[in-house]
T-cell receptor
């Protein structure tokens, strides 16, 4: 069965500093990978997704993620964070197999931006 | 504008009462999903539907029921059998056979008193 592990439940970082949010997944098949962001009391918004091709994926708000198949990882990075990046971030995985549209979510990483 | 709407945003109910959460989408998506979110737990799948008049249980279906009579609508009923119903509920939709990306509504926060 698929699973997603977000290694840090909370990450504090100073404004304008770089940040990396870690995500590892377990799956024996080809996968799609996603990062979603959730601002307080709101739904989830897609940041970026890996479907195939280039392992470096760029998303909205200056975020990017790198797919590493050998390490089954999909870490999210931003070179310089802003106070508006304060949110919870979810990594998610889905099988490429036809007929299975479900997504498995990690437990989330709460990003705290310190002034 | 296309999107997913959930109503109401906040809902309060007394213990023992059934309550129905609304989810409507105008994205013309075939698949719809209900998730429950608790602090530190991530999103857990309650029910999903890939086509009208068909739905499947997710990981935590006990105490919940759904219907899918129209493509646009996927209401969730939280019954009195659900032992701990206070949570944030999220509805999502996707295009089956696509890349599995899901689009989310704004959520409903249910508090049972």
């Amino acid at each position: 069965a698929q699973s997603v592990t977000q290694l840090d439940s909370q990450v504090p970082v100073f404004e304008e500093a770089p940040v990396e949010l870690r995500c590892n997944y377990s799956s024996s098949v080809s996968v799609y990978l996603f990062w979603y962001v959730q601002y307080p009391n709101q739904g989830l918004q897609l940041l970026l997704k890996y479907l195939s091709g280039s392992t470096l994926v760029k998303g909205i708000n200056g975020f990017e993620a790198e797919f590493n198949k050998s390490q089954t990882s999909f870490h999210l990075r931003k070179p310089s964070v802003h106070i508006s990046d304060t949110a919870e971030y979810f990594c998610a995985v889905s099988d490429v197999a036809v007929g299975d549209d479900k997504i498995i979510f990690g437990k989330g990483t709460r990003l705290h931006i310190l002034p | 504008d296309g999107g997913i709407t959930q109503s109401p945003k906040y809902l309060f109910r007394k213990e023992g009462q059934n309550v129905t959460l609304s989810c409507e989408q105008n994205l013309n998506h075939d698949a719809m999903y209900w998730y429950r979110q608790d602090p530190g737990q991530g999103l857990r799948l309650i029910y999903y539907s890939q086509i009208v008049n068909d739905f499947q249980k997710g990981d935590i279906a006990e105490g919940y029921s759904v219907s899918r009579e129209k493509k646009e609508s996927f209401p969730l009923t939280v019954t009195s059998a659900q032992k701990n119903p206070t949570a944030f509920y999220l509805c999502a939709s996707s295009i089956p056979g696509g890349n599995n990306e899901q689009f989310f509504g704004p959520g409903t926060r249910l508090t049972v008193l």
